[in-house]
């Protein structure tokens, strides 16, 4: 590990009281007669769909919002095993990893909204959350996904429903409830790239008032590269491992009162994600700072491979993050009319990561960095149905507590010399360049509503208020070791109308105008100092959105939506290089952006055994005014990792064997147009566009209790851009890290 690193407190041990069984990632029952394999055929037709979005069971045709909701069938056939995987598949929304070279980290970017950064005093643009549990960090946040009913992708600003920090959208993470099945499986895949992983599920009631669901988690891969000049790296470079499990149970306590625990927690040890360089002077500045005292940083010095790491700074090259967390949800149905739900719960989480920014062996900018953060929430739902209309209504608190370190590093000339090398050269030991410190505090209280008119016509709104406290400080040991405390106070009042309406065909049109939310706060990395350590105001947005869903012919159902998104206040985070060295990193609010868009998808059902999925979006984004005193951004300006085109394509073929087994034949692709890696246009920072191409073929026993499946990830083996981030005579880039792999999956179920 890194030689400042803590010593991670949730081990293996600690992991085991979770992983009682063992299931399936994304697991997802199998189907085995014919009559059931045609019913495969239509599982993921949209018509069938339901949803919890709103915090209400319905219809994904009649939830006037745009959603994406993934069933755990798709995502296994996708060979979808975390967040970042999810990206890939739902219209305008691209999920990146920048952050500190750690694969866990998950940059979600929904309509042009999003955040690059991970730092404590950040805040993301989209929120995630677990069976209703807000994780207010992005390190961490690029889950694996095992254990999954669905995930469904909200777009557009959420602040009514989920308030803070859901601008651009969120993403709900629903698990697998106690007692919704009888079963248990065992699942076993083996790949190349050194691929192994296993997945253990169990899910069945104890009694008739208590009901479990457990599953425990191993996933490993070799790395991609190798740290060449460091005499015993600890990992190799893109290298994966993680064990995570997760425990819940389920108690009937009466007739109308029920409580459901869950804890659960990972461990993750990686190396550091894929990352070079690319030089973008043809002869260095005489002024850079790679100059002067130091060799000059030239082309040669870089490892051949661009997946090699050049570093010779030992821990750079490993990273890991873990975490672990518990919940309590408590309902109660009231009568017939009314229930509530408390949901209380906790979670804390600490990671390893950091960058050699010149990657090579020169020490010129490296920057090792380390993290930790406890959150606490409880909300209090009451909700009401009645004939004509229904109601969901909150009060919520969040408490956040957490810090960032870099450091020691090496950041020359800043640095003097504390000692020499074997072979003369100087040594910079470090020192800590920033530690940062917030504690943040967030209360809110809202409701929304939805009225039936008439049999056809339905209309809802909601308000929310929301007010967030946050107390930060600084230190900067290498401004003399001064320290900065801020503190600062948001408020706003977010809100949405909408109104839906079943035509006579039976499609369902909606309409609705919202208002998202997102706080303020305090620069990530403030290199200038204290100085830079200043507070930027809450952004806010309106979203003006139309959409069509239902079945457009007997054999298609289409989800549409047409939008156009305002943006007041937008705070853009972008590092700029300044002669002599350093960064000039600030957060701002910079001014008024506009998003205007299509999305669309599409489930065919060709015939009994052929089926297709479709997504297209098409976003068309821009800084639309710049304040005055804004230097950097401007007007036409792209926000950052905002492709204008996003594609997917998911088609399916089944075939019915003669012995009563089944062959399921399963295809994706997915495509992200070129984006930019900040929202500063620079040719440098231009990400070119990429496409993804995966296959899955299973057998499925005549029984239907095991299956066996040959799959590809990424077939065409595309290695594209994750980040591209402009310094002094050169880009940093990180790479992808999902190479072309081919494998087998076996899984069998047990009845219980």
Do not use: C
């Given at each position: 590990m890194h030689p400042t690193s803590?010593?991670?407190?949730?081990?293996?041990?600690?992991?085991?009281?979770?992983?009682?069984?063992?299931?399936?990632?994304?697991?997802?029952?199998?189907?085995?007669?014919?009559?059931?394999?045609?019913?495969?055929?239509?599982s993921d037709d949209f018509e069938n769909i339901t949803v919890t979005a709103r915090k209400r069971t319905e219809s994904l045709f009649?939830?006037?919002?745009?959603?994406?909701?993934?069933?755990?069938?798709?995502?296994?056939?996708?060979?979808?095993?975390?967040?970042?995987?999810?990206?890939?598949?739902?219209?305008?929304?691209?999920?990146?990893?920048?952050?500190?070279?750690?694969?866990?980290?998950?940059?979600?970017?929904?309509?042009?909204?999003?955040l690059q950064d991970h730092i404590i005093t950040t805040d993301p643009g989209v929120g995630v959350y677990v069976d209703g549990v807000y994780l207010g960090r992005q390190m961490g946040s690029n889950l694996s996904l095992p254990n999954i009913a669905s995930v469904e992708v909200l777009r557009g600003p959420q602040g009514t429903l989920y308030?803070?920090?859901?601008?651009?959208?969120?993403?709900?993470?629903?698990?697998?409830?106690?007692?919704?099945?009888?079963?248990?499986?065992?699942?076993?895949?083996?790949?190349?790239?050194?691929?192994?992983?296993?997945?253990?599920?169990?899910?069945?009631?104890?009694?008739?008032?208590?009901?479990?669901?457990?599953?425990?988690?191993?996933?490993?891969?070799?790395?991609?590269?190798?740290?060449?000049?460091?005499?015993?790296?600890?990992?190799?470079?893109?290298?994966?491992q993680e064990f995570s499990g997760r425990l819940a149970a389920n108690w009937k306590v009466s007739n109308n009162f029920s409580?459901?625990?869950?804890?659960?927690?990972?461990?993750?040890?990686?190396?550091?994600?894929?990352?070079?360089?690319?030089?973008?002077?043809?002869?260095?500045?005489?002024?850079d700072i790679f100059n002067g005292d130091f060799p000059l940083l030239t082309a040669d010095l870089l490892p051949s491979d661009p997946d090699d790491l050049g570093t010779t700074v030992p821990g750079l090259e490993s990273t890991a993050v873990s975490g672990w967390g518990a919940s309590i949800t408590a309902n109660w149905d009231i009568n017939q009319n009314y229930s509530s739900k408390l949901i209380t719960s906790f979670r804390g989480s600490d990671y390893e990561g950091g960058l050699d920014d010149d990657a090579s062996p020169l020490n010129l900018s490296e920057f090792p960095e380390t993290g930790e953060a406890d959150q606490y929430s409880v909300e209090l739902q009451i909700n009401g149905t009645f004939d004509n209309y229904d109601?969901?209504?909150?009060?919520?608190?969040?408490?956040?507590?957490?810090?960032?370190?870099?450091?020691?590093?090496?950041?020359?000339?800043?640095?003097?010399?504390?000692?020499?090398?074997?072979?003369?050269?100087?040594?910079?030991?470090g020192y800590g360049f920033f530690d940062l410190h917030q504690e943040t505090d967030s209360f809110a209280v809202y409701a929304n509503a939805s009225y039936d008119v008439s049999d056809k016509l339905t209309v809802g709104g909601g308000l929310r208020y929301s007010k967030d406290k946050k107390d930060a400080d600084a230190l900067f040991p290498s401004f003399g070791g001064e320290r900065a405390f801020r503190t600062a106070e948001f408020s706003e009042v977010s809100w949405d109308v909408n109104a839906a309406y079943q035509l006579d065909n039976g499609l369902n049109v909606y309409a609705q105008v919202q208002k998202g939310y997102q706080t303020g706060g305090f620069p990530?990395?403030?290199?200038?100092?204290?100085?830079?350590?200043?507070?930027?105001?809450?952004?806010?947005?309106?979203?003006?959105?139309?959409?069509?869903?239902?079945?457009?012919?007997?054999?298609?159902?289409?989800?549409?939506?047409?939008?156009?998104?305002?943006y007041d206040d937008l705070a853009l985070p972008f590092s700029d290089p300044t002669a002599g060295g350093g960064f000039v990193t600030i957060t701002e609010n910079a001014g008024t952006s506009e998003a205007k868009g299509v999305e669309l998808e599409a489930t065919i059902d060709v015939n009994d055994n052929f089926a297709l999925r479709a997504a297209v979006g098409y976003l068309d984004a821009e800084i639309t005014q710049v304040d005055e005193n804004v230097t950097g951004v401007g007007v036409g300006d792209s926000p950052a990792l905002t492709p204008k085109w996003t594609l997917m394509f998911a088609p399916s073929?089944?075939?019915?064997?003669?012995?009563?087994?089944?062959?399921?034949?399963?295809?994706?692709?997915?495509?992200?147009?070129?984006?930019?890696?900040?929202?500063?246009?620079?040719?440098?920072?231009?990400?070119?566009?990429?496409?993804?191409?995966?296959?899955?073929?299973?057998?499925?026993?005549?029984?239907?209790?095991?299956?066996?499946?040959?799959?590809?990830?990424?077939?065409?083996?595309?290695?594209?851009?994750?980040?591209?981030?402009?310094?002094?005579?050169?880009?940093?880039?990180?790479?992808?890290?999902?190479r072309r792999e081919f494998g087998l999956r076996f899984k069998k179920d047990f009845e219980m």
């Open positions: 803590k010593t991670h407190t949730f081990t293996l041990k600690k992991l085991t009281l979770l992983t009682a069984a063992v299931s399936i990632a994304l697991s997802a029952n199998v189907h085995a007669q014919s009559t059931e394999n045609n019913e495969q055929a239509n009649e939830s006037p919002t745009a959603i994406t909701s993934l069933s755990a069938s798709f995502m296994e056939d996708a060979n979808i095993s975390n967040l970042d995987d999810v990206g890939k598949y739902v219209p305008n929304l691209n999920i990146s990893r920048y952050g500190a070279g750690n694969s866990a980290h998950a940059s979600i970017f929904i309509r042009g909204i999003g308030g803070r920090n859901t601008l651009g959208g969120a993403v709900n993470i629903i698990t697998k409830k106690p007692g919704d099945e009888s079963v248990a499986s065992v699942a076993v895949k083996v790949g190349t790239l050194g691929r192994v992983a296993t997945d253990l599920y169990l899910n069945g009631d104890i009694n008739d008032d208590v009901s479990i669901a457990a599953s425990g988690s191993f996933k490993k891969r070799d790395g991609v590269g190798k740290a060449i000049n460091l005499p015993n790296p600890e990992k190799e470079i893109g290298e994966e409580l459901l625990f869950a804890v659960d927690g990972y461990d993750n040890e990686g190396g550091q994600s894929p990352y070079t360089i690319e030089f973008t002077e043809p002869s260095p500045d005489p002024t109601f969901v209504s909150g009060i919520y608190f969040f408490n956040e507590d957490g810090s960032t370190e870099s450091g020691p590093f090496v950041f020359s000339p800043f640095n003097t010399p504390d000692s020499l090398n074997t072979d003369g050269s100087p040594s910079f030991g990530p990395r403030p290199f200038g100092g204290p100085a830079q350590f200043v507070q930027f105001d809450e952004t806010t947005s309106i979203n003006y959105e139309t959409g069509l869903k239902g079945k457009v012919a007997e054999n298609v159902s289409l989800l549409a939506a047409l939008f156009f998104t305002k073929y089944y075939v019915d064997l003669d012995s009563g087994a089944t062959l399921a034949f399963k295809a994706d692709y997915s495509f992200r147009d070129k984006m930019q890696g900040q929202s500063v246009f620079n040719p440098n920072e231009t990400i070119d566009s990429r496409s993804i191409v995966g296959f899955d073929v299973k057998y499925t026993s005549t029984n239907g209790d095991w299956s066996l499946s040959l799959y590809g990830e990424n077939v065409t083996d595309e290695v594209y851009d994750q980040g591209r981030l402009q310094q002094n005579g050169f880009v940093g880039i990180v790479r992808s890290n999902d």
